[in-house]
């Protein structure tokens, strides 16, 4: 099994919403990520939790909350977000997080805050 | 942050015909990786490399390590129509704490169209 699933496939929320998206790898990967991607860009790192602790965070507005409630599940809970935040949001994992570790991509969720 | 430079931006060409495309650093890298990403999808990992003059191949995919460990290169022979997508590398500098801890660095993409 080398698949990360992400739930839901598309969410549709207003600013006051608060939802989460869901991440799931059996892997046995140590190390998960969450990217946040626009149209035709590169994804930009979001947070990266490793062995279920958060490594990096980079200057992320806190109305993205991740957790990660066991080595294979990762959240992110939203909260008040803004239009410009819709974009598609993209989980990883590697077996670790250092170097000689290939990041497996999940399908993503297609998020649209109206 | 690391700049990576990828070229070219966007490719269209007949089916049949071979693609190539790389990636350039400003710095020392020990890890490459190229993924395709189809719209609407999270990107797939397509090759790995982890040492200068590494030569992998994945089908009718070839991707090489540059000697300078600065670059890497990435070609596509006998282009199909599901080739379609865009073409991301990534990478990790040599001593870059970032990259201990996680963090990949992106290029910006090739847009690869191909016509039947």
């Known amino acids: 099994d080398t698949e990360v699933t992400q739930t839901p496939k598309h969410l549709v929320m207003g600013m006051t919403n608060k939802k989460s998206l869901k991440c799931e790898q059996h892997m046995g990967h140590r190390a998960m990520y969450w990217y946040k991607q626009k149209a035709k860009k590169p994804p930009e790192l979001m947070f990266v939790?490793?062995?279920?602790?958060?490594?990096i965070n980079e200057s992320v507005p806190s109305r993205f909350s991740p957790e990660c409630p066991n080595s294979s599940l990762l959240n992110l809970h939203l909260h008040a977000l803004q239009p410009e935040d819709s974009a598609l949001y993209l989980c990883?994992?590697?077996?670790?997080?250092?170097?000689?570790?290939?990041?497996?991509f999940g399908p993503g969720t297609r998020l649209t805050v109206l | 942050g690391q700049q990576l430079n990828q070229s070219p931006q966007s490719m269209f060409i007949q089916e049949g015909e071979d693609v190539s495309m790389n990636c350039t650093s400003s710095s020392i890298f020990n890890t490459w990786l190229w993924y395709k990403q189809d719209p609407g999808e999270g990107p797939v990992l397509l090759i790995a490399l982890y040492k200068a003059g590494e030569l992998t191949s994945n089908g009718r995919l070839t991707a090489q390590f540059g000697i300078t460990r600065k670059d890497s290169f990435l070609n596509i022979s006998a282009s199909i129509p599901s080739d379609v997508g865009i073409y991301f590398c990534a990478g990790k500098p040599v001593r870059d704490r970032g990259s201990t801890l996680g963090r990949l660095y992106f290029g910006r993409g090739t847009q690869l169209t191909v016509w039947p």
């Open positions: 990883a994992s590697s077996e670790l997080a250092g170097r000689r570790n290939e990041q497996f």
């Open positions: 939790y490793s062995y279920e602790k958060l490594s």
